[in-house]
């Protein structure tokens, strides 16, 4: 039997008998206290008001399961996970419309932060969750500096600014932090492959013509 814990790990293909459930919960929830909407919303956002972090998520889920209910503190975290517009479609097809539009309330205020919350929940606080790059020509100096903008999933930044030899040196001590790793099952092949990629597309850009004289001819 389908449950939350499948439908939130992908592994249930129709999603409409648990959100009609959840839904019809909701509904009369709703109509017993018409206040409920506003409070919803002030739960939320008192749990995001000191910021988006690893926790933040099931920080939100308890108190709304605290205050919901476990089947409509569900229903608000599918909802509000990521492909947000294709969801709330979902819900709109098998719940009412004052279901519809409580949800709509709650994307429409906090939908943005509930998705960084959900790609924050449970990592490592000091682990990568976005890089920004800036490359600009130093007239000064005449040399090419690059700035490296790495934000992590506890909301600090770091920066890393310098030149491009300099960028690639500190790339190759990281992919030497990789081999002494020791272990293959360690990587993904996805992140294997980006690499190997990235590899080549750095060697063309680097290739000189006394390589292409070099290589041996075909045939």
């Known amino acids: 039997m389908a449950d939350w814990s499948s439908l939130l790990a992908g592994q249930v293909s129709d999603p409409g008998p648990l959100i009609a459930q959840a ?7 709703l109509q017993a206290r018409p206040q409920a909407d506003q409070e919803v919303l002030e739960i939320i956002g008192k749990r995001l ?4 972090g690893v926790k933040t998520l099931g920080e939100v889920h308890t108190a709304l399961s605290n205050y919901l209910g476990q089947d ?20 709109e097809a098998s719940a009412s419309p004052r279901v519809a539009a409580f ?6 205020m906090y939908g943005a932060e509930l998705a960084q919350a959900y790609t924050r929940w ?25 700035k490296v903008l790495i934000d992590k999933y506890n909301g600090e930044q770091v920066v890393i600014e310098g030149s ?5 040196e500190l790339t190759v001590n990281m992919l030497r932090t ?16 980006m690499l190997a990629a990235e590899y080549e597309e750095f060697r063309k850009l680097v290739r000189r013509p006394s390589d292409e004289a070099a290589r041996p001819s075909q045939g």
């Open 23 to 29: 839904a019809g919960v909701l509904d009369a929830f």
């Open 49 to 52: 008001g000191t910021g988006v």
């Open 72 to 91: 409509p503190a569900y229903l608000v975290a599918w909802v509000t996970r990521t492909d947000q517009a294709n969801r709330i479609a979902q819900v």
């Open 103 to 108: 949800l709509r309330a709650i994307l429409g």
């Open 122 to 146: 449970n990592e490592l606080p000091d682990d990568w969750s976005l890089i920004t790059r800036e490359i600009r020509y130093d007239l000064l100096n005449e040399r090419l500096l690059v």
């Open 164 to 168: 491009a030899h300099s960028i690639l």
């Open 178 to 193: 990789c081999n002494m790793v020791g272990r293959p099952d360690a990587f993904t092949q996805r992140t294997v492959d």
